[in-house]
């Protein structure tokens, strides 16, 4: 609940979206952004700084258009809000069958218990909620890495309950604000949060994905020297080529001064790791969820102090050693949590894919164009996206002759590349 | 015919096959390479400045086994073998219905006149040759975006004759060979053919994909203004987010130094364009044909005086301004013209994709999983190739645990990513 | 005062200092860190957002140890604190010799009307308050380039009243903090007052001297396409060198995003250049004083609506176009007014050249060495200065065997360089 | 003798000069260029791969113009030629004194031998002919930092018998040509040589003065990984500050792929270090002089085989182990001796230098303005040498209104920086 996505509000609702919105991440919501589309646009549930009960409980909120109404469509951004359908549908369905509500100490994670509590105290309440909901949704479009791998696991497994756009695998998306959206706002929110000097420093990148790239090509450009961790041989090859070194977190702990998750996977920095690092070690995830970084190990290890240094910036010292470490915003998402996340411009190419695949869902939802699957957004959209944009930096396009265009058999018009192409 | 295709050729032969090999250019052969193979491993028919005549003849020998033999498996490098097999086979069954022979004065294209000048006196002493080779083939594996796109036309048209494998997409080719090779190679040709000073020069790269990223990359590493030219706005944009001007070529024909094609289209940088270009700027190509520098207008522009300063660097004089310009390599792939082309590390990357792509065709040569179409290596093979390059830099890859690779859905051995996945 | 001069204070103290402080800039102060030290260590007369009038009562403030104290040693930033003292011995020597006060209303200069009001207030209550000041003093080391050109002027004119180190010019003064801690806080200051997405902007540096240099290489790094002015040719050259056109300001300013002042001189962007630039073009300055941009000019401007969006960055409307631009700071420092001003590791390099050349002026104070002059740090203590900061960084030196030292003449242990070495 | 050499030859003909030239490496001459100047312009002696032997019998011939004539004037690079008659003047002197000749035996270094027995070779037939030439002698005008340290040498011991231009120390030259200049013939001269793939590989630069930076600049922005060993702590934190490690040789010779010596001291690179280097690992000098590699210790390596892969390329083979290391040019300026030396551009800088220099000693000749010592040219020729070589890459200076100039203590038309200036 940015203002860049104060603006995405603002032109759904322009295009004549009634909306609810909520946050994908306790610490994002920055407050004038929300309290402006709160007075004049749309409901708003988020703040900055929520507690975990009170980012589920938006989350519902968000959803909750009273019995009669509902979502149409959702603009997801990690998947919680589809997560949320999808487990309260499956609780339903339990209950209809067999009476029984679902159980929060079945899990011991801690964040799903806090769902599946939600889940369980409106079951009682509406026990058809969120079957309703899934009947009436025209589709999901999905903006994370993170959120398209849950669709597509969701999809191989044939539970996804409504249609899902990809937005995140349009080129004008993830070429764009996950590289060059994170090359920005990696530096920014480490010097908003520490105003570390990065030249001269040791920094480790864990994950050469699109994040990775753009947070390496950030540290390296401000003058740290830039070790990345890597399982993909073909990314880590990129690496190389690009002249960072590629290793192990374990090869490096004890000597670099910056570490940054970006892998989109868990269990990257453990408490064992944290311990052996050099005193005012600077840890953050600019990944997805905070458990890229082991937050719970790190909160649990015997004797362990946290001094608050400011706001979304702690300080963690170790009894052993009587060092400590800094990490930002609690191991989630630094840009977001200690600056304002990536900046308007490439927000706009990834909310213009958005906003296209709102009205493609919209106005093909009677023409079942759109099966319980994931889609990406066709290739001229994604060419559109980027048109859109070219003219702010003042760029002037090369037009095609037929002949050239015939010569290597596209349209004048574009789409230019073939579906594999990978820019 | 470098060196680096001679160890290409060392490795299948050691492998078993029996090999004759011919170049994809007219310059770029390295005589000692030629030689040296021509010695110990293979039949050769290249070398360095061929004239056409003798490049498609040189492509006819390499695949004449005599009467009873024929090539197996072809490694392609442009698809001309593959265009010769299928021009000759068209060529015979037209002969066999209606004993017409191929008539090179159909043509306007002059190469295409030499094309059909060998099948037709080829046909007449044996009207059956390509289409035995046909008959025999297993299948080709393509190195080069240009050849690929013959194979695709040919696979849509539903007249390709055998199966195909496209190398050029595997990821550590294209992302390899085509950025990183030609980031290294274009500089290097630059500085072999002219010795230019490249640092504060103005460079227009005309086409902003694989081939013209790294030369970008280069040209501004090197201390050049870069400006871009492109008909595709996502590749724009990304130009324009690395800080490159993206203009058109008539925008900037009179002020920059150094112009360099890499689209793989024609009709690129035309005589008049060159015709307005400052004295001594210099033109080069490193996209695929010659034709994508205008050179038939050139050479038939009236007045024009061409002054050799040395082989494959020319001075072309127009007589209105008596001020000339300097074209490399004839307007062919300057890199392998001027300089050695690719260095080994990377040509490594991309001939273990052929390697593995000949292999693979060969095992699979009686099981039929290979039909007459196009495809790529599957992914769990382009990782290899990525990963038996990782020692030699000193890369240490991590491991996934079991529970991380449950949590992101792949096995611990890989492949890492959906198939839609662009690096 | 910020948190790095906070630790310098600490330093001085520590080593037996009497310490009172005030800020160079009236924007620049960091509150928690003033708080800290007026608690802790010395008198602080400091906070952010001062107006002029306390800015210069805050510099008087700091200068009075009372009738029989006085300050022994100034660490000067920007001359101001040496500039009263000089200005106020000036002005009570035509006091006493013709009773006659200084004239504020004789000056256009707003800030200097104060500088003569404070001189002239307090001369009435002690008429020789500045002369018994630098009577005193021992020296002053100072900072910046703009106040040691202040006192090379004063050192032609034979007006410089007492000796002077300029820690400016030690390169581990210049070479890093104005090269490299530039080119760290200046995307910190533009980020923190308008999240401007760099990446793609055309960005004009006025001036490519060190402080140029720094930020030109951080927009460049951080995707924009940078334009530089310049008025000397070998620095215009090296711009050139780098990939970076030259240009001047008229050239480009409707065309530009960014305008960055570097010069240390006056009137670089006047109010007729800021009515012809693009809507929300963002002005700022990094060289010294706010008069690099003609802040006057635009303030008088006819019609100009001045919109305060938050504090230290404002959008000023032209009447003509309703169109407006964004003027970070009100045109004074941009990186201490937006943001925090240089990171630790740069200010220590140059803190530490300032507690060096404190610690020498005392040493010698009874000596005679140093005379009513500039001087510059030896250079072995400016090597020092490096040597003091490698271990932070991991870095390992070579040691000179005797016979290599020899060979280029120099002593093992340094100094390495030559006086006239640029680095 | 290079064509850009030429070029100077030419220049220096044109403007009156009688011109006798040699060569300042026995690797650098380009034989077409040499002809061409030999055809039409001046006595050439110089070609490319002389002797030792034949380099210093070149160096006699270039300055013999019979017994009546002789140099007035001497453009000099590495200090050799004014070696010579520095060495020929003390021999003389001796001879008349004592009788006794030089003796070659009486020092161990090979080339001094040689220096020595061409001296007393010729005082046989000539004993006053060194002593009538440096009574001829206007002056020297030296080209780089080695040649410019054994004449502040000279003048420090008082023995200097002429006065000497510092053309390195001009800004227009060291922070160019030693700079930018090897930041464009380092790869060129590791390509041509070796065509290695400098992306992914670790690149060791000995020296971070103004060639090390250049070279590391090149090396980094290709795509290596780049370690620094440095002796001076300001050095070694410019590297640091760039992202480069900074480590010592003995840390790193096990583990790099690319050394490359830039101090202008000797014994960098010893046969021990060579020992332990990666199987082909390159080894190459752009410093200035062979002694930076010990040449020595390989060639006198028990059991050390040297093959010669071209001409300027050898591999050398240690016994042990039977793995080998590539030394490019015989352990001399690589980027003379594998390529073709600095482009013209950059040339031209430093030749405009070289020629501005030459006329200022001519022109005052008879006034005394200079004595028997070192002297650099005032800073007006300097950035006048730059403003002559903007107009070629379209750069447009901004001029300085009296009202700024006045402001910050400048005439208008410069110079615009003080003595100590860095740049």
Redesign the interface.
């Known amino acids: 609940m940015t203002?860049q996505t104060a603006v995405l509000i603002e032109t759904l609702t322009a295009l004549g979206a009634e909306v609810r919105w909520c946050s994908c991440n306790i610490f994002s919501t920055q407050d004038h952004a929300a309290a402006a589309i709160a007075r004049d646009s749309a409901a708003v549930f988020a703040w900055k700084g929520e507690t975990l009960q009170e980012y589920w409980w938006c989350t519902e909120r968000a959803l909750d258009w009273g019995p009669t109404g509902g979502p149409d469509l959702i603009v997801d951004d990690g998947g919680d809000a589809t997560l949320l359908i999808h487990e309260g549908v499956k609780a339903e369905e339990v209950y209809e069958k067999t009476g029984q509500l679902p159980d929060p100490s079945s899990t011991d994670n801690a964040e799903f218990q806090i769902v599946l509590t939600i889940i369980r105290d409106g079951l009682k309440a509406d026990p058809k909620k969120y079957t309703r909901m899934k009947e009436r949704l025209v589709g999901v479009s999905e903006e994370t890495t993170t959120g398209v791998?849950r669709l597509?696991?969701m999809q191989a497994n044939g539970t996804l309950l409504f249609p899902a756009i990809n937005v995140n695998?349009s080129?004008?998306k993830?070429?764009?604000d996950n590289l060059?959206g994170c090359?920005?706002s990696l530096?920014?929110g480490l010097?908003?949060a520490t105003?570390?000097?990065?030249?001269?420093?040791?920094a480790v990148v864990c994950g050469y994905g699109?994040v990775g790239k753009g947070c390496a090509a950030a540290l390296?450009?401000?003058?740290?020297?830039?070790i990345v961790?890597?399982?993909?041989?073909?990314?880590?090859?990129?690496a190389?080529?690009?002249?960072?070194?590629?290793?192990?977190?374990g090869?490096v702990v004890s000597?670099a001064d910056i570490f940054v998750t970006t892998t989109?996977?868990?269990?990257i920095i453990m408490v064992n790791h944290m311990r052996k690092m050099k005193n005012n070690a600077i840890v953050c995830n600019i990944g997805h969820f905070d458990n890229e970084i082991d937050m719970l190990g790190l909160e649990n290890y015997p004797g362990v102090k946290r001094i608050t240094i400011k706001p979304q910036t702690d300080r963690w010292v170790f009894p052993e050693t009587n060092t400590g470490i800094i990490v930002l915003a609690e191991g989630r998402l630094m840009n977001l949590g200690c600056?304002?996340g990536?900046?308007?411009?490439?927000m706009s190419?990834s909310f213009t894919n958005q906003v296209i695949a709102q009205l493609e869902l919209w106005k093909e939802k009677a023409t079942g164009k759109y099966e319980k699957k994931v889609y990406?957004l066709p290739k001229h959209l994604?060419?559109?996206v980027?048109?859109l944009?070219?003219g702010?930096?003042?760029?002037?396009?090369?037009?095609?002759?037929k002949?050239?265009a015939d010569?290597?058999?596209v349209p004048i018009e574009?789409p230019?590349?073939?579906?594999?192409y990978?820019?």
Chains 1, 2, 3, 4 share one sequence.
């Open positions: 203002i791998k597509y696991q695998d080129v004008t993830s070429k764009f060059y090359r920005h530096p920014d010097m908003r105003d570390v000097m990065i030249a001269g420093k040791v699109d390296k450009q401000a003058g740290a020297r830039v961790t890597e399982i993909d041989p073909i990314c880590a090859l990129q190389l080529m690009e002249g960072l070194q590629v290793l192990t977190l090869d000597e989109g996977n868990k269990d600056a304002t990536h900046p308007s411009f490439v190419c990406v994604d060419e559109k980027a048109a944009h070219l702010k930096l003042g760029a002037n396009l090369t037009k095609l002759t002949d050239q010569y290597i058999s574009g230019y590349k073939p579906p594999h990978r820019y």
